[in-house]
T-cell receptor, first 111, second 114 residues
Framework: LAKTTQPISMDSYEGQEVNITCSHNNIATNDYITWYQQFPSQGPRFIIQGYKTKVTNEVASLFIPADRKSSTLSLPRVSLSDTAVYYCLVAPTDSWGKFQFGAGTQVVVTP | NAGVTQTPKFQVLKTGQSMTLQCAQDMNHEYMSWYRQDPGMGLRLIHYSVGAGITDQGEVPNGYNVSRSTTEDFPLRLLSAAPSQTSVYFC?????????????FGPGTRLTVL
């Protein structure tokens, strides 16, 4: 399983863009990169997943460089409700099961 | 759909007691998992299942048992509770189209072992 490294915390103001970078130097060829969001006292919620280049949905964008050794989750124009812990996971989709959540990144958005 | 449901929401046990945490999903997902989350930490995988009758160990399986007799249910059994098992337990389920690792999580069970 590829080990991931993320910043422990990030602070932002409402309306700003937040970019969280995850390092995964030993990512394997068949690994996908997945991001989850977790609010206090709730289970994590899937945000976005990608393999390479850029993926965008209604919530976030995921940028993955060509070497795939890192990835960046971008949250556009954050609001107070985006205050949460964000987890980066790297796992293969052809052998489902063994996921490793790291410590995550605590994002705090203030007015 | 109710999604992933977990019972109970809260539980207090004494050391040495046993209990079963219940998890059910109504989305016909083949894949289910149990995680524990200690304060300020990420989630750690306890056990998982890729279908009825098939289970496997995760990162921290000691002290826990699972079985998967139906697609819908995936109970987690604590055999002899210890204070180190005080944690929040999350159950998750997943369908698996070609290239998705999306897991749907339940609301969690907060367990305290005295």
């Amino acid at each position: 399983l590829a080990k991931t490294t993320q910043p422990i915390s990030m602070d932002s103001y409402e309306g700003q863009e937040v970019n969280i970078t995850c390092s995964h130097n030993n990512i394997a060829t068949n690994d996908y990169i997945t991001w989850y969001q977790q609010f206090p006292s709730q289970g994590p919620r899937f945000i976005i997943q990608g393999y390479k280049t850029k993926v965008t949905n209604e919530v976030a964008s995921l940028f993955i460089p060509a070497d795939r050794k890192s990835s960046t989750l971008s949250l556009p124009r954050v609001s107070l409700s985006d205050t949460a812990v964000y987890y980066c996971l790297v796992a293969p989709t052809d052998s489902w099961g063994k996921f490793q959540f790291g410590a995550g990144t605590q994002v705090v958005v203030t007015p | 759909n109710a999604g992933v449901t977990q019972t109970p929401k809260f539980q207090v046990l004494k050391t040495g007691q046993s209990m079963t945490l219940q998890c059910a999903q109504d989305m016909n997902h083949e894949y289910m998992s149990w995680y524990r989350q200690d304060p300020g930490m990420g989630l750690r995988l306890i056990h998982y299942s890729v279908g009825a009758g098939i289970t496997d160990q995760g990162e921290v399986p000691n002290g826990y048992n699972v079985s998967r007799s139906t697609t819908e249910d995936f109970p987690l059994r604590l055999l002899s509770a210890a204070p180190s098992q005080t944690s929040v337990y999350f159950c998750a389920s997943s369908y698996k189209p070609d290239s998705y690792n999306e897991q749907f999580f339940g609301p969690g069970t907060r367990l305290t072992v005295l």
